[in-house]
C-alpha cells in the first residue's frame, strides 16, 4: 500500500524558518511534489524533487533522500500569509495520475 | 477564464436529488481528474482521464459517474447521495508525457448533502 505521513499541525513566528517534514512508503517513486492549500481555496503548486538534494526556490526550499523516504518543505523569513496547509504528495506510477497525498501540515504563522 | 474552474462553487442536496459538478480547464492539458478532500483525511484520487478515456477509477461508488466528453471538460454526475459524501470535491488537470507533472487545481465545489 501507499503511505504519506506528515505532521498535522505546525506554529511559527513570523520572520522565522520552519520546516515540515515528510516520509513515505510507496510502491514506486517518480517524484515528489508539495502543494499549498488556503482555507476554502484550491491547492497550488510549490515544488518537485524527483532526484536527491534540496531544490530552492525563492524563500521555499524542498529536499529529498529516496534512500530514506523523506523529503522536507522550508520556509524562510515567514510571512502571515504562508499560514495555510501544506500538502506532501508523491508520484509512485509513470503517470502523473498516480499522485498519493498526505493528511497535509496546518501551519499557522503567528506575529 | 483561466486555469480550472469548478461550477457551481457550493451545493447542497438531497439524498434523492440527481446533480452534476462541471469542470473546465483552458490551459490546454490532456488529462483530468476528481479528487474528493474530506476533513482531516488525505486528498483521495477519485476518477483519472488522459486523452478523454478514463484510466483510473479508485473503487469510487456507482452514484458518482464521470463523463469527459473532451480534454478541456469534465463532470461529475451525482445521484443518490449519502451524508458521508458531503466534502469538497475537486478538479484538477496536468499535461500527460510533459517535462512536469504537476496538477493545477480548480477551486472545489463544496458539496453538502442532507
Known amino acids: 500500500g501507499q503511505n504519506i505521513d506528515q505532521p498535522t499541525e505546525m ?3 513570523e520572520g522565522a ?3 515540515i517534514n515528510c516520509t513515505y512508503q510507496t510502491s ?3 517524484g515528489l511534489f508539495w502543494y499549498q492549500q488556503h482555507a476554502g481555496e484550491a491547492p497550488t503548486f510549490l515544488s518537485y524533487n524527483v532526484l536527491d538534494g534540496l531544490e530552492e526556490k525563492g524563500r521555499f526550499s524542498s ?17 502571515m500569509k504562508d499560514s495555510a496547509s501544506y500538502l506532501c504528495a508523491v508520484n509512485s506510477g509513470a503517470g502523473s495520475y498516480q499522485l498519493t497525498f498526505g493528511k497535509g501540515t496546518k501551519l499557522s504563522v503567528i506575529p | 477564464e483561466t486555469g480550472v474552474t469548478q461550477t457551481p462553487r457550493h ?6 436529488n440527481k446533480k452534476s459538478l462541471k469542470c473546465e480547464q483552458h490551459l490546454g492539458h490532456n488529462a483530468m481528474y476528481w479528487y474528493k478532500q474530506s476533513a482531516k483525511k488525505p486528498l483521495e484520487l477519485m476518477f483519472v482521464y488522459s486523452l478523454e478515456e478514463r484510466v483510473e477509477n479508485n473503487s469510487v461508488p456507482s452514484r458518482f459517474s464521470p463523463e469527459c466528453p473532451n480534454s478541456s471538460h469534465l463532470f461529475l454526475h451525482l445521484h443518490t447521495l449519502q451524508p458521508e459524501d458531503s466534502a469538497l470535491y475537486l478538479c484538477a488537470s496536468s499535461q500527460e508525457g510533459g517535462s512536469s507533472y504537476e496538477q493545477y487545481f480548480g477551486p ?3 458539496l453538502t448533502v442532507t
Open chain 2, 11 to 16: 451545493l447542497v442536496m438531497g439524498m434523492t
Open chain 1, 63 to 79: 529536499f529529498l533522500s529516496r534512500s530514506k523516504g523523506y523529503s522536507y518543505l522550508l520556509l524562510k523569513e515567514l510571512q
Open chain 1, 28 to 30: 514506486g517513486f517518480n
Open chain 2, 108 to 110: 472545489g465545489t463544496r
Open chain 1, 17 to 19: 524558518i520552519v520546516q
Open chain 1, 11 to 13: 506554529t511559527a513566528t
